[in-house]
């Protein structure tokens, strides 16, 4: 089974699930698109990981992570979102610490494959743009707390996700064996 027929069986699965939920008021809208969202965002680093694991080490790595992103699906539904501070606080806090295992991981192959310098500050810039959407994102959290209104934080948080996305697909693209 390809990635993708993996991704829209996930997909399928979890709109029958969300309809269900929100037609019997378990969760809203908001809740299931961000449970929906995180799911496939774990799912495919799972599939990458383990696809790409070639050495012995970048196996154990990959098992490691792939046990981690698991226990978070499994966490998920115990937090459900209802809340602007909910919805928000947590996804500054779980990219946090998504970036942080992915540059943990990042300096664990550096160390063990002797990267490039020039492929360690393409990283290095990467991860510095990450941090300045991390810090706007955090102002309009706070800014959107203060005044009711989450307009400026969702630009913010649009900023935040594509920084921290396009870090670990750097991240994943150089541990990436070549043909």
């Known amino acids: 089974m390809t990635f993708d027929q993996v991704q829209s069986l996930i997909r399928s699965i979890l709109k029958i699930g969300g309809g269900f939920a929100v037609a019997k008021g378990y969760a809203n809208g908001n809740d299931v698109e961000t449970i929906t969202a995180g ?43 209802t809340t602007f501070q909910d919805t928000a606080g947590k996804v500054l806090t779980t990219t946090a610490a998504t970036v942080d295992k992915a540059m943990q991981g990042w300096a664990t192959y550096v160390v063990l494959n002797q990267v490039p310098e020039d492929k360690q500050t393409t990283v290095r810039a990467a991860y510095a743009k990450y941090q300045l959407a991390m810090a706007a994102a955090e102002d309009a959290y706070l800014a959107g707390v203060q005044s009711k209104d989450q307009t400026v934080y969702k630009q913010a948080e649009a900023a935040l996700i594509g920084a921290s996305g396009d870090l670990t697909a750097l991240i994943q693209s150089f541990e990436t064996p070549t043909k």
């Open 39 to 81: 799911l496939l965002a774990i799912a495919g680093i799972i599939w990458g990981l383990l696809h790409r694991a070639k050495t012995p080490v970048s196996q154990d790595l990959a098992k490691t992570a792939s046990m981690i992103a698991l226990g978070l699906v499994f966490l998920m539904p115990l937090t459900a979102c």
